[in-house]
């Protein structure tokens, strides 16, 4: 009462406080991020240790078991499993929801350096990574080539086409897959290097010595002082054909006098095809942060611009772009809060039947929305689909304050009072109704913000959305609706023509008689919501149940896992029979395979 009485004597402070949030709000949505879900930290750390060429049981027993040593004692672990392939070992760490997975990301790292000289010689350095959704790739490009030439794709991928892409703002990373890169490889003969006597040591030590990079001193000038390196390097495979591997009495045995020199691509050990065009994948990932929608159009923007640079033959396309859906489904969360509002205040029109007063709850719902967006904005959140589920219900919320205000300020009118008058009725008669409804709605959403578990991560931005528009939408029932109806209201919304046109006689009428004869028949009334209510305890075991409802993304993914030990070749011949029969179904635009790439 005391605020509303405030706001109809201090009209311009009630103005600029209502323009200061709409124009931070203005402000603050264009700079909101999207993304599917909120932002969420999973309590799980992953080490992964590359050993290549190594077999399974080598990688169990030297290395996957020697990281769970480790790390089996670390405080508020609550799962600790693993995952061993030939050359890969992931040991998957899992902590206590509650567990700050900084803290527990450092503790990892601090066991793992102290385990590192237990580990084999020829195993490179583990990686220590959080699970972030933000590392996922958000869209992957393919890069074709009708000839089949996948080292010229995977040179033109790695030398241009990744740096082009990793300057993007916004993109984290690129990972290459079904790429294979230039190998040099030495077939040594057997029969020739008994012949003279050498073994498969002195071979690999005399390429060793081929390659050196050391310190050269330094050369000073007058003004000047430059750092010198001596390099020695090969640049053509038949340099290294001319290693000198051994040189005695018997005479020079060069690297070719025992050894074929290949100069050719590393072992094929990821696929990649497009539509059966054989391809490299190069998969884009965002960094922490960064507007997932931002960076996909400017990946596809960039897409554009290295089309017409390409070579004859060479093609790029986008698919797996996570964009494509994210934006659908903000586009349509955003068209059903439009039309939630357009409709409510359809409805007040059609029941007050009064232009002005319809005028005035349609100016305060938009802008105690916009006002819940700069709290969201200040608060670090996205638009996802928790939050415009909150702002699409929350349009219900926002309605009940303006509608009983209005409404009640209204009926003041038409019994005769002058707007003043009418909205400091409504404000004694409906301020500490309102304040209580919104206090008892904050009552049920802030827990919800604060339930424990990973439920309770997802629904945080939910619960604290809701609230932000619970507290807007009050501040403006008890400020700005009074305030606006006492400015423009007239006299003329109490004159009979709009009481003969208006339906609320006819709703007041019906409820009035529904209530009665609910008075009169009680029993029926308790034993009818009794009912009801065991009714609705029965049903609840029949409703399934999901974290996520299930979405239709126009897309799906078949996943095929051979068992241990398949050359890769069966698996692509696999692919290739999998992606024939998939590109035969009318519905199917394009099929992207990929056999070692991480993916399945």
Known sequence: MIVTEVALRQRVLVVMVAGALILFGGISFPRISN??????????????????????????TDVTEVVEEALSSLASVKKLRSETQEGVSQVIVEFELEYDIDIGAQDVRDRIATVIPL??????????????LDAQPIIAVVLMDRSGDTRR??????????????????????????????????????????SRGID?????????SGVRNMPGGRLTGE??????????????????????????????????????????????????????????????????GANILDVADAVRAEVDRVQTELPPGVSLATTRDQSTFIRASITSAQHDLVIGVGLAVLVIFVFLWNVRATLIVAAVIPSSIIGTMACMYFAGF????????????????????????????????????????????????????????????CAVFIPVAFTSGLVGRFFFEFGMTVTFA?????????????????????????????????????????????????????????????????????????????????ADESEFNVQIQFPTGTPIKVAEGALDRMAR???????????????????G
């Open 382 to 441: 996205t638009f996802n689909n928790m939050t415009m589920l909150a702002l699409s219900l929350s349009v219900g919320i926002l309605i009940d304050d303006a509608i009983v205000m209005v409404e009640t300020i209204v009926r003041h009118v038409q019994e005769g009072d002058t707007p003043l008058q009418a909205a400091q009725k409504g404000g004694k008669r409906l301020g500490f109704a309102i304040v209580a409804t919104s206090v008892s709605l």
């Open 35 to 60: 993304a599917l879900f909120p932002d969420v930290d999973f309590p799980i750390v992953t080490v992964t240790t590359m050993m290549p060429g190594t077999d399974a049981i080598t990688m169990e």
């Open 223 to 288: 003004t000047r002082e430059w750092s010198v390196r001596t390099e020695v390097a090969w640049s053509s495979p038949e340099e290294i054909g001319g290693i000198v591997v051994a040189d005695d009495e018997v005479g020079v045995v060069y690297l070719r006098d025992i050894a074929r020199v290949e100069d050719g691509g590393e072992e094929q050990r990821t696929v990649a095809q497009y539509d059966g065009i054989p391809a490299v994948t190069m998969l884009i990932r965002r960094q922490s």
């Open 581 to 599: 029969r998939l590109r035969k179904v009318p519905e199917v635009g394009h099929v992207l395979g990929t056999v070692g790439g991480g993916g």
């Open 470 to 550: 619970i507290l807007t939408s009050t501040t403006g029932a008890l400020t700005l609706t009074p305030m606006l109806c006492a400015v423009f209201l007239t006299r003329r919304s109490g004159d009979a023509p709009h009481q003969k046109v208006t339906i609320m006689p006819l709703v007041e009428r019906g409820f009035s008689r529904f209530i009665d004869w609910a008075i009169r028949r009680r029993g029926w009334v308790i034993g009818g919501g009794a009912a009801i209510f065991v009714a609705s305890l029965l049903l609840v075991g029949k409703v399934g149940k999901e974290f996520v409802p299930t």
């Open 153 to 194: 794709l995977t040179d033109l991928a790695d030398d241009e086409l990744k740096n082009r892409f990793q300057k993007i703002r916004g993109v984290g990373g690129v990972r290459i897959v079904g790429g294979r890169k230039r190998e040099v490889r030495v077939w040594l003969s057997a029969a020739a290097m008994r």
């Open 200 to 208: 498969i040591g002195t071979a690999i030590a005399a390429l060793r």
């Open 119 to 132: 580990l084999p010689q020829e195993a490179e350095a583990p990686v220590i990574e959080k699970f972030d």
